[in-house]
């Protein structure tokens, strides 16, 4: 850079304001020391001399310049300052110049003692003016136009140069560009445009360009400014304007009739707010706000009280609006109607992108944003859609788009239909996701929340993706799925709903998997009125209600989920409802399993149903499931329940290890069992009492702590080529007025005996095999031994016990015949139950 040198008769070491520090003296020109790096672009900039008119007075600060004094390069322009008493009255935002091997006084340049090269920044030493002769430290002024002279009085100098000249002086070091960046955008970072829509802050330090202020200034230089007052002044002074190609306009109605004219043209809004202008863009125009501070949007403001703020129509393929502020306020006395004005208004055959805006809208009535047609197909990100009195964002009639990022809170409404991704959607009065009339957006990685009342409403045959979203917190169900719409609901976290999680309802259909739904008020998923979705690989669990409702004739195909640890039932099947449960894994709940009633019907295959604190499966009043293949144990209320009216074909199932009987067949059920495994039961096989029927068929019944099968009080269920054997008690029993019609079993290897009757009894029996049983109540009456041992005192063995009339026992402390001959021996005693062994 051309560059003054200072002479005088002396030199001398500045001082640093920190006590004790000096300043390190300046390099003489010929030691190639440059103040800062300078570009590759060889331009010369002239710095002008100030004459004998420009000396200050005695009084004046020691800071300015006196005449020619000496020559560089050939040259005799030259620039002196004012003897030793020199002290700059600015220290704000003064700046270190880059020094490159400065030596300490008195040490060689060739030394390694000292370089400046090895410090931090703040640690590097500032040049030093010499006013000498001797010519060995030289000062510059380039040094003090670059890091002494304070920024405002830069840019008061910088204001009176035309562009092509601002432009030179910026290739002089960073912090003139920086300057001049600011002078003309106001922001306090470089913005770059990545691509025609995609404009980005990015700090210094982050960017990949060696001088980040001079890469934007080339990129966003050829843009139009609406900035009011400066067009008069350029009208007022204009030979202070003459030879400047930057416009300026009042209007950014102006603006955009500049921009029609041309193609790709960059306006920039300057702070302020814009009322009353309706904009309408037809062309690939950018609108971008341009302040200073962290929050451009919120400096630039446009805002109408009628009709829509801002417009984009055919033509406006490729626009753009960025970092504003839009404000649609209706006049609440006016009696124009706004149902259709809005403060963004999207229309077909366009694509704009909306980006870093915020948007707000108090009309009671349309939208904040309508994106409406077909082929209108928006960017919408990194928006902030917020306390409108009505729909948020509204996407219809065949509209698409792209929506990442944004924040739609607040709302009265939100009707959507798009691509989303990235957005925090919450406290809107109705859903906060709203999707009809064959809408099909993608709402990806969104947070849906505290909504009034539910988070997605899909309805109307509404479509739709929403995948990996949080959905929490809402007032009703987090989905909403109704009326022949079918989305798809995919590896959401669905949780802490004040209702449920996903309600399913009038004909709606969808695919629900990979969902994690839990802690809901109601039940995790709710079918009813013919709706018939698809559930599978959720998990759906710690429900305050169930786990999966599915009523009113509701069906669905439910598989593969696991569905654990609910307050009461894991899945209620009732009134009609016939969905499909297969492959799900149901477990540690509350109360029951799966849970039919009240005609509730369907199909349970291949489930893994365990630990329950009641049942595993409830069947009851009228209710008809087919139960095929599960495995059904852990249950601490017994493995499967069949009661009041109950009904069900339940088959090739393994029963086991449940605390209580395996299969409990009572009060008029009518359930058929076939070839189910019934094993290793903490209680009885199955158990028939109340007036239970039933068919029981081709069903292995072994290793039970109690009878195989248990018939009693006026039962009648039909055994069928059963298997029953190694039970720890009798095979069958059948006691208290039962019958029961036995063909072809096999009954063996059981400790109290195969078939035992109660006096009375008389069932049927054909073609049994009862064989190897062992005969134990048998054994231990020969050899006086209390009936009670052998059966471990949980219950009476089939034979004859007495009460104790001297004794005064109850019927609850029955006593054996072995017994009564021993221990009451002598004592008046009468018969309780009297039975006998076949």
């Not at 400066?230 to 009042?250: L, T, V, W």
């Not at 069900?648 to 299969?663: H, K, R, W, Y």
């Not at 055994?719 to 039962?738: K, Q, S, W, Y």
């Amino acid at each position: 850079m051309p560059s003054a040198s200072f002479t005088s008769s002396r030199s001398y070491v500045r001082r640093s304001r920190r006590k004790g520090v000096n300043r390190i003296p300046l390099p003489s020109r010929t030691n190639s020391v440059e103040p800062c790096e300078l570009p590759s672009v060889n331009c010369a900039v002239p710095i002008p001399t100030a004459g004998p008119s420009s000396r200050p007075s005695p009084s004046t600060s020691s800071s300015a310049v006196s005449g020619p004094s000496s020559t560089e390069a050939g040259s005799s322009s030259g620039i002196s300052v004012i003897g030793p008493s020199h002290h700059p009255p600015y220290d704000l935002r003064r700046k270190s110049p880059h020094h490159e091997g400065i030596s300490l006084p008195g040490t060689s340049s060739g030394s390694a003692g000292y370089s400046s090269s090895m410090l931090p920044a703040r640690k590097r030493p500032r040049r030093t003016y010499s006013l000498g002769n001797d010519g060995n430290c030289s000062a510059s002024a380039a040094h003090y136009l670059q890091y002494e002279l304070p920024d405002e009085v830069i840019l008061t100098i910088f204001g009176y140069l035309l562009e092509q000249d601002l432009c030179r002086v910026s290739q002089v070091c960073k912090r003139f560009q920086k300057n001049l960046y600011q002078h003309v955008y106001e922001y306090d970072l470089p913005l770059f445009k990545h691509s025609p829509c995609h404009f980005e802050f990015v700090t210094p330090e982050e960017s990949d360009h060696a001088n980040p202020w001079k890469e934007s200034f080339s990129q966003l230089y050829r843009g139009v400014h609406v900035r009011p007052g400066y067009q008069e002044m350029q009208e007022r002074c204009p030979a202070q304007f003459k030879g400047r190609s930057i416009a300026y306009f009042d209007t950014v109605q102006a603006a955009l009739d500049y921009a029609d004219e041309r193609d790709g043209v960059l306006v920039f809004l300057h702070a302020g707010t814009y009322r009353g202008e309706f904009l309408v863009v037809d062309s690939n125009v950018a609108l971008l706000g341009a302040a200073p501070g962290a929050s451009v949007a919120e400096a630039v403001i446009l805002e109408r009280e009628s009709e829509s703020t801002v417009m984009f129509v055919e033509g406006a393929k490729q626009a753009y609006v960025g970092y504003v502020t839009l404000k649609f306020s209706p006049d609440v006395t006016s009696t124009v109607p706004h149902h259709k004005h809005y403060c963004l208004e999207i229309g077909e055959n366009c694509s704009p992108t909306v980006d870093h805006c915020i948007i707000r809208s108090t009309s009671v009535v349309g939208a904040a944003v309508c994106v409406s047609g077909v082929s209108a197909n928006p960017v919408i990100k990194h928006c902030d859609i917020s306390d409108c009195e009505n729909v948020g964002l509204y996407v219809t009639d065949y509209a698409q788009g792209t929506y990442e990022d944004n924040e739609i809170s607040r709302n009265a409404l939100a009707g959507i239909w798009g691509y989303f991704e990235g957005n925090d959607i919450h406290n809107n009065r109705i859903a906060g996701f709203e999707v009809k009339a064959g809408a099909n957006p993608t709402v990806v990685q969104c947070e849906i929340h505290h909504g009034q009342t539910g988070g997605i409403y899909v309805h109307e045959n509404g479509l739709g993706q929403f995948i990996d979203n949080k959905i929490h917190s809402n007032n009703f169900a987090g989905v909403w799925i109704t009326s022949n719409s079918n989305p798809t609901i995919r590896r959401n976290e669905i949780y802490n709903g004040h209702q449920g999680g996903v309600y399913i309802f009038g004909e709606g259909r969808g695919l629900i998997e990979h969902n994690n739904i839990y802690g809901n008020a109601l039940a995790g998923i709710q079918i009813r009125t013919n709706s018939d979705p698809i559930v599978r690989h959720n998990k759906i669990h710690h429900g305050q209600h169930g786990g999966i409702y599915v009523h009113e004739k509701g069906q669905g195909l439910i598989e593969e989920n696991e569905v654990y640890a609910n307050t009461l039932a894991g899945v209620w099947i009732t009134t009609g409802s016939t969905p499909v449960l297969r492959r799900n894994r149901i477990h540690s709940g509350k109360q029951v399993g799966v849970y039919f009633y009240d005609n509730g019907h369907g199909k349970l295959e291949d489930n893994d149903i365990f630990n329950h604190l009641y049942s595993g499966v409830q069947i009851r009043t009228g209710s008809n499931p087919i139960i095929r293949g599960n495995k059904i144990w852990g249950g601490q209320n017994g493995g499967v329940l069949v009661y009041n009216g109950g009904l069900g074909l339940l088959e090739q199932n393994e029963i086991f290890d449940n605390a209580m009987a395996g299969v409990w067949i009572k009060t008029d059920s009518n359930p058929t069992l076939k070839r189910n495994k019934i094993f290793d039961g903490r209680d009885g096989g199955i158990c028939i009492f109340n007036g239970g029927k039933g068919i029981l068929e081709e069903n292995d019944i072994f290793r039970n702590a109690q009878a195989g099968v248990l018939v009693s009080t006026q039962s009648h269920p039909v055994l069928r080529r059963n298997r029953i054997f190694d039970g720890l008690a009798a095979g069958v029993e059948i006691t208290n007025n039962a019958t029961a019609t036995l063909e072809y079993n096999q009954i063996f290897n059981n400790r109290f005996g195969g078939l035992c009757l109660a006096s009375g009894v008389q069932p049927i029996i054909r073609g049994n095999k009862i064989f190897n049983n062992q005969d134990a109540v048998e054994k231990a009456v020969a050899n006086g031994q209390c009936l009670y041992k052998i059966s471990s005192y949980t219950s009476f063995p089939m034979h004859d016990f007495y009460r104790c009339q001297t004794c005064n026992t109850t019927d609850r402390n029955a006593i054996c015949i072995n017994c009564i001959k021993t221990c009451h021996a002598g004592h008046e005693a009468c018969i309780m139950f009297k039975n006998m062994k076949i």
